[in-house]
């Protein structure tokens, strides 16, 4: 009879055993799949940037918006090579440039929500005047809502913006081959004359 009792706590005790051991692979399982899902948020978030990135339009065909002027004695010579000063993308700040336009205009620094969809885009430097739908000729004040016409990013034609502030400036169409490398930028815009220095 005791062996019996003996027999049945001991099986007892094997199954409470088997049980927790259960218990402790499940939880690691769980562990594992918590890992997996939160770098697989961290892939997706940095994935999100690159596509952000990804959408801007490095180089252009170098078409200006109707009715947009050039400039008829820049600071900077079409054909000039100049500094970036700026950082409005990666690798810009402190490549050479070579200047391929010259404009007389007023440049807005605007924040839009993309047609895409996706985030809000603060403080985009530049839109000019002449990239404003119905902007008509007299400058916009900044608070002003507009849509924009320019298509410098995905997401950009068509999109209801507000102008953040405004400069009248001469901008410049520019040529350069970014400082981490990479493809040679033709026909970026814009870049304004404080954001140049002689080479």
Request: include cysteine; aromatic fraction near 4%.
């Amino acid at each position: 009879m005791r062996k019996k009792i003996s027999v049945g706590i001991a099986s007892i005790l094997f199954a409470s055993v088997l049980s927790a051991c259960a218990a402790d692979t499940e939880k690691v399982e769980q562990d594992k799949d918590t890992e997996m899902n939160a770098s697989s948020d961290e892939r997706m978030e940095n994935d999100h940037s690159e596509m952000d990135h990804a959408n801007m339009e490095h180089s252009s065909s170098g078409e200006v918006p109707e009715g947009l002027k050039e400039a008829e004695s820049p600071a900077f010579k079409v054909g000039s090579q100049a500094t970036l000063e700026t950082d409005h993308m990666e690798g810009m700040k402190g490549a050479k440039a070579t200047i391929a336009g010259a404009y007389e205009t007023t440049a807005y620094v605007v924040t839009y929500k993309p047609t895409t969809g996706g985030d809000k885009v603060e403080n985009h430097k530049w839109v000019i005047h002449e990239e404003i739908k119905d902007a008509g000729d007299e400058q916009l004040e900044a608070g002003s809502e507009v849509t924009l016409g320019a298509d410098h990013m995905e997401g950009m034609n068509g999109a209801t913006a507000i102008l953040e502030s405004i400069e009248e400036t001469t901008v410049y169409m520019v040529d350069y081959t970014p400082t981490n490398g990479g493809e040679e930028v033709k026909n970026h815009k814009w870049v304004t004359e404080s954001e140049l220095s002689p080479e």
